[in-house]
């Protein structure tokens, strides 16, 4: 049984593995899928049509699967997919993607420092490392192996 926090506040339309902590504070919507070991700090937040894989961790502050912040985003349905072994420290934000039916999606083993941006559309293959304050524009895509450093700016459709 996942272990939750009191404070936290989980709906029943979310899918939670039997190993994962949701921490003091946070907030799970609907539609969102926490695979095995998932562990969420304390004030994340989760929007739905959000799938993570096994091992994640979420820091605290985190905003996971937002809406697009992107003029052409009408609120259809829209995804975000994450891999395996990913952290993302405080205060991160990936946006699910724009356009009915797309998806945002982060590889495997990708760490992503405090307050870093993944705009939607974006791809990140895996074992990318974002330093502090890296910000991703929508349609970036960033290849195996990438290391950015910190307070970098990455235009869109790069």
Do not use: W
């Not at 975000?80 to 982060?106: C, K, P, S």
């Not at 910000?135 to 990455?154: A, F």
Request: with cysteine.
């Amino acid at each position: 049984m996942p272990q939750i926090h009191p404070t936290a506040v989980v709906d029943s339309g979310a899918e939670l593995a039997a190993d994962v902590r949701v921490g003091p504070f946070c907030y799970v919507e609907s539609g969102v899928v926490l695979g095995p070991g998932c562990i969420l700090d304390s004030h994340v937040t989760v929007k739905g049509n959000t799938t993570l894989g096994a091992r994640n961790f979420i820091g605290q502050g985190a905003v996971i699967g937002g809406d697009p912040q992107d003029r052409k985003f009408k609120g259809e349905p829209t995804y975000l997919q994450i891999g395996d072994d990913n952290v993302f420290r405080e205060y991160v934000t990936i946006h699910r993607a724009t356009g009915e039916g797309n998806t945002t999606l982060v590889g495997n083993r990708c760490f992503l420092m405090a307050f870093c941006h993944l705009g939607h559309n974006s791809v990140l293959h895996d074992d990318v490392t974002m330093a502090n304050n890296v910000g991703c524009s929508g349609h970036v895509t960033v290849e195996r192996l990438v290391t950015i450093g910190g307070m970098t700016g990455v235009h869109q459709f790069v």
